[in-house]
């Protein structure tokens, strides 16, 4: 008779670091029994041994007991998952409205997107994209019938894709709009096109109603789908956390080579959970090749003196090394850019946004690991602003990649029972109104009343105010908004109770604008910043 | 001698670990760099219109011409080939001698793909030769895309490379955390590859250009001289006469710091050899299979970023979970700079060499 295993390693194989949890059941439930990370490029099996090595000086009956023995350490299940290598999307359209709609919903996709009109690229320019040895897939579509704008260059962007494809035989193409049926097509493509057929895919028309592209999003998401991914895993694992929590459960991570925003909710009694998800390659910590765009995005989050040259030197290191410069400056300029990938993710699933606010918001990425709990709040309370309450833990341990690679629903529902409170390091709770008016109306807008354990403790609250309030990991405690105008904390009114949970950080009071509005000139934006981080940031090592 | 854990310097750790020697413990958690690799399989991209003149699985010297690139690239249309079944997608067209005096017809270019009855060429006028900087076997021929040059010769590993790809002798002109000024470069380096240091400025990229440079090694590049270097290669594209190969390698990142003293010795041992620098993958290949390299000793690391950015040390084992300035608790190893007390450095801070 084969034996259950007591020890689990999991391991999420990110593009920057990777991370070994070491999981062990000592008797009926699986616990966490460690974690660690290390750069990307290390083996797995390095890092698992001196996690191994602690947790055998720390608790050496823990170790006996779930068999972690020198030397069979490598023996040990694995539950891995990985992040997939990027992969670069030519989308080319016959003009550039047409390539603008193809680029929005393929930046709704973990591919890396270049687009390419015949507007923007002469024919030639676009065959060099397209035979380009870093570029996947080339996309193809138009509207059925196409537009005035489109009609005439539709042919020849047909023989130029199937020539591409022709001279590539590893080359993807996606093409709709009735693309196939051009004579030109074929004639690109030739009678006896070389490779695989599979890897050319019928693609939806581009649509002119709402949500007609999500058919051409799931044909693109779908070239790339992966059951070893980790960020399309957390899906599933948001998912299953809400159906085991019942509670309404959001992930948002923040990685090297994109970004995901996960929402579950449990479902009724007897049906599954519900779960929507996009990633994006846009979501990225710091995108390849940092623009100026992307140098300024992250300078309007910084306190620093960096000019925009300085502040590009150091994303385009940070690109290049995401797993070095942690601390200090480096830990802020982390979380800078990190509010800046935020930001960019919530532009991109507004849908997601419109959801009332989740009951727990999970934070998921290397970004987030070794930052004070409190800038990790304050950063996803500036970045991610939605009115309401919710509970914010993060994933350190960098578990829920791997968990939800394992198929079986079921199965990862039960370990995720045993180790949710393991691997979800409270944070802290948010709570966040708005329609306050802003900071320059002088006086009171009303109070805080926090009831924890019969203790109540009272706030006054300021337009604009932004607070931390101690309330301690596994706290739970009633925050009651008494206003005297009518505010939007999910709905609009002016007296609210809601249900908190304590973390590392405690309860964060925020009552700025939505969206955050802060100052245009540099030197008062730097001065709003750097009072708000002081709240966040310990003030004695920076 | 230095010793450190019973393993002498120079030594290979797995070996040591073999032989029974006590091996720092943690070091494995470091990312390690490479710093030579080989042998050496070079990539050069070419852009549809360029003309490949080497075919694969053929031998090449240094200098021979790989392919024949178009430096202001466009689209013409043509009839096409006389014979339908000669286009493909991708061949070379040549104009059918029969045409008309003074027809405003490209006389070659490549095949693009056919639309309407009609070809779509990218042909240009003015050509310059893409030459092999390094001698080696044609590995792979893809028109529109890549020639690919394998040699089982040995090169130093960068980060990025700008421009290029170029050759010519190499000299050390700085120390390693030194930076170059536009004085210091005279018509002494024309034909040279340039270990110039820690940094160099747009000024002194521009004159070394200008007296016949052929390559810079640097380790660190700011973004403000990247786009000059950048804007100056596409003016040099775009002029008649073009410019002479160019290329800069950037060993390490954007932000200043020293050349790592493992890849300095490897550079001042190919001083005055014959060098390329190639851009995929981004290196400097040393075209002597018989100069000698030093070999980094194992216990070395170096900071990567923060205020000791560039600095080295001996590693002297895991420190665990430590705090650091910003209240940031990361994992840690313990570092001996110049002998001093070992202090905890952030393992994602380290690098190692091998």
């Not at chain 1, 608790?59 to 990027?86: K, M, N, T, W, Y």
């Not at chain 2, 040549?94 to 005096?101: F, K, L, N």
Request: charged share 25%; aromatic share 2%.
């Amino acid at each position: 008779m084969t034996r259950a295993p007591s020890a689990l390693v999991a391991v999420d194989a990110g593009a920057a670091t990777t991370a070994v949890a070491l999981l062990g059941r000592p008797a009926e439930r699986w616990r966490l029994a460690g974690s660690m990370a290390a750069p990307a490029g290390v083996d797995p099996v390095d890092i698992l041994e001196v996690l191994a090595a602690r947790v055998r000086a720390a608790d050496p009956a823990l170790a006996d007991a779930i068999g972690l023995q020198p030397g069979e350490i490598e023996a040990l299940p694995r539950l891995v998952s990985r992040s997939a290598a990027p992969r670069t999307l030519v989308a080319i359209g016959a003009s550039r409205r047409s390539v603008a709609i193809l680029e929005s919903i393929a930046a709704r996709t973990a591919w890396r997107v270049v687009g390419a009109s015949t507007e923007t690229h002469d024919p030639r320019e676009m065959t060099e994209l397209a035979l380009r040895a870093d570029v996947s897939a080339v996309l193809l579509t138009a509207g059925d019938p196409p537009g005035p704008d489109e009609r005439a260059s539709l042919d020849d962007l047909a023989g130029l894709v199937g020539a591409a494809a022709r001279r590539r035989p590893e080359l993807q193409v996606i093409v709709g709009g009735a693309i196939r049926r051009r004579r030109a097509w074929v004639e690109g493509l030739g009678e006896d096109p070389p490779g695989d057929p599979d890897r050319i895919v019928e693609a939806p028309a581009i649509g002119q109603r709402r949500h007609a592209d999500e058919g051409l999003r799931a044909v693109l998401e779908g070239l790339l789908a992966d059951p070893g991914d980790g960020r399309q895993a957390l899906r599933a694992t948001a998912a299953s956390l809400a159906d085991l929590l019942d509670r309404r459960v959001e992930i948002v991570e923040v990685g090297h080579n994109g970004g995901a925003r996960a929402v579950a909710a449990p479902g009724a009694p007897g049906d599954e959970p519900t779960s929507s998800a996009v990633t994006t390659a846009r979501g990225a910590l710091v995108p390849p090749d940092p623009d100026d765009a992307l140098v300024d995005q992250v300078l309007a989050w910084t306190t620093g003196s960096l000019d925009r040259h300085r502040m590009g030197d150091r994303l385009r290191d940070l690109r290049a090394t995401p797993w070095s410069d942690g601390a200090g400056e480096g830990a802020r300029l982390r979380l800078a850019a990190a509010r800046a990938a935020l930001a960019r993710i919530a532009a991109l699933t507004p849908e997601l946004s419109a959801l009332p606010a989740p009951d727990l918001t999970i934070l998921s990425g290397g970004c987030f690991a070794a930052a004070p709990a409190a800038a990790v709040v304050l950063a996803a309370a500036d970045a991610m602003r939605r009115t309401g309450a919710t509970q914010l833990a993060a994933d350190l341990a960098r578990l829920l990649g791997p968990i939800g690679t394992i198929e079986d629903p079921v199965e990862r529902r039960t370990l995720l029972a045993d180790v949710a409170g393991d691997l979800l390091v409270p944070l802290g709770s948010v709570v966040l109104a708005a329609g306050l008016g802003a900071r320059h109306d002088d006086g009171s807008v009303g109070r805080l009343v926090l009831e924890q354990d019969g203790a109540t403790t009272r706030r006054e609250l300021a337009a604009g105010d932004l607070a931390f309030l101690d309330l301690a990991p596994g706290a739970t405690a009633t925050a009651t908004l008494e206003l005297r105008e009518a505010a939007r904390i999910g709905r609009r009114t002016r007296h609210v109770s809601v249900a908190v949970s304590g973390g590392i950080a405690g309860l964060l009071v925020d009552l700025r604008d939505i969206p955050l509005r802060l100052p245009d000139r540099r030197d008062r934006r730097r001065s709003v910043l750097t009072a708000w981080s002081a709240l966040a940031w310990p003030v004695d090592d920076r | 001698m230095s010793v450190v854990g019973g393993v002498p310097a120079g030594a290979d750790l797995d070996a040591a670990a073999d032989a029974g020697a006590v091996v720092p413990a943690g070091l494995s958690l470091i990312r390690a760099r490479a710093i030579v690799i080989g042998p050496v399989e070079a990539t050069f991209t070419i852009r549809p219109g360029d003309r490949p003149l080497v075919a694969h699985g053929e031998a090449v010297v240094r200098g021979a011409p790989l392919a024949d690139r178009l430096r202001n690239a466009r689209t013409e249309v043509v009839g096409g080939p006389l014979d339908a079944d000669a286009g493909i997608p991708g061949t070379e067209w040549a104009a059918p001698p029969s045409r008309r005096h003074g027809e405003a017809v490209p006389e070659r270019g490549e095949l693009l793909f056919q639309s309407g009855g009609r070809w779509r060429i990218g042909t240009g006028d003015h050509h310059e030769p893409l030459e092999a900087p390094f001698a080696g076997i044609v590995r792979e021929v893809r028109p529109g895309t890549a020639i690919g040059l394998r040699s089982p010769v040995r090169a130093v590993l960068g980060r990025e490379v700008l421009a290029g790809p170029s050759a010519g002798r190499l000299e050390v002109i700085a120390p390693r955390d030194g930076e170059v000024r536009a004085s210091e470069i005279d018509v002494s380096g024309t034909g040279a590859i340039l270990v110039v240091g820690a940094h160099i400025d747009a000024e002194a990229i521009t004159r070394a250009r200008a007296v016949g440079v052929r390559g810079i090694v640097v380790a660190s590049l700011g973004v403000k001289e990247r786009r000059d270097v950048l804007a100056s290669a596409k003016r040099g594209q775009a002029a008649v006469h073009g410019l002479p190969p160019f290329a800069i390698l950037v060993l390490d990142g954007a932000v200043r710091r020293p050349i790592a003293s493992p890849v300095m010795a490897v550079l001042e041992a190919v001083a005055g050899c014959p060098v390329a620098i190639v851009d995929d993958p981004p290196c400097l290949v040393i075209d002597d299979a018989e100069v000698e390299l030093p070999v980094p000793e194992p216990d070395l690391v170096r900071v990567l970023a923060g205020p000791m950015a560039g600095v080295e040390g001996r590693w002297a084992g895991l420190a665990g979970p430590h705090r650091f300035p910003g209240g940031v608790v990361l994992e840690a190893g313990y570092v001996r700079f110049a002998g001093r007390a070992a202090v905890a450095v952030p393992l994602g801070d380290l690098e190692r060499f091998t």
